[in-house]
């Protein structure tokens, strides 16, 4: 009886931080290998806040390389993604490179950070859509307890990219990421760069297990980099067999 009680206790506290119960996320496991273990019942959170932070504005591509790589499996083939910032960076051809077709997102550019917030409010209360993007420098806690309820209700998808140097972090989010880049590795014998490969650190998480990896993008997939593999024979190796 009494473990009974903690376990539901457990499960009402996941839904009123914004996480939905197991149940309603049956079969909605992204593949996102040992990404998705450092969440509360193993799933990646859906319909939930994700921040994105960067002490430095360089931070700013690894990150969006990053959700890039997220979008590529939460989009559908005929979902639509919202992007909304003041000054628009990305060129969204590059897309492409993460199997994210960018005539499946639409771009939203306005004047100033306060506009940026209520547009991206009025989004996420739209259950059409599927992912909601913004960059801002800042997010308070009653700003974001405003997208936290538009998010609750509609299911959607927010992305939050802080840009700039971090500030103070005060907003509620259900997870807080910090993406950094790192070398990447070439094939033996051949010119150029490899793909790109990113520190992808977890700094926070509702009920979770904050950890870092280090991922790759493989061309179609992320592949996380074990510690253990590091050494530029071993890599390789491990590259070829699970490329196929």
Not at 13 to 30: A, H
Request: net charge positive.
């Amino acid at each position: 009886m009494k473990q009974e009680l903690i376990s539901r206790l457990k499960k009402d506290i996941l839904l009123w931080q914004g996480y939905k119960s197991q149940d309603d996320n049956v079969n909605k496991k992204l593949g996102l290998g040992k990404i998705e273990t450092a969440f509360p019942n193993g799933i990646f959170p859906k319909g939930a806040i994700h921040e994105f932070i960067g002490i430095k504005s360089e931070h700013s591509a690894p990150s969006i390389g990053f959700i890039a790589s997220l979008l590529s499996v939460l989009l559908n083939e005929d979902d639509v993604c919202l992007w909304i910032g003041t000054i628009r960076k990305l060129f969204p051809v590059s897309l492409r490179m993460f199997n994210v077709n960018p005539e499946q997102i639409i771009f939203i550019d306005v004047t100033s950070e306060k506009e940026a917030l209520w547009v991206t409010e009025e989004a996420l209360k739209c259950e059409g859509v599927n992912t909601v993007i913004t960059e801002v420098n800042n997010l308070n806690l009653i700003e974001s307890r405003r997208l936290q309820l538009a998010v609750e209700k509609s299911g959607v998808n927010c992305f939050v990219l802080r840009k700039g140097h971090m500030k103070t972090l005060t907003s509620l989010v259900s997870a807080r990421w910090k993406i950094s880049s790192i070398p990447s590795k070439t094939s033996e014998g051949l010119p150029g760069i490899g793909f790109p490969r990113w520190n992808v650190e977890l700094v926070k998480v509702r009920n979770g297990n904050p950890t870092s990896w280090i991922f790759e993008w493989s061309g179609d997939k992320l592949i996380e980099i074990p510690s253990s593999l590091q050494k530029k024979d071993e890599w390789f190796n491990l590259h070829k067999k699970q490329l196929g």
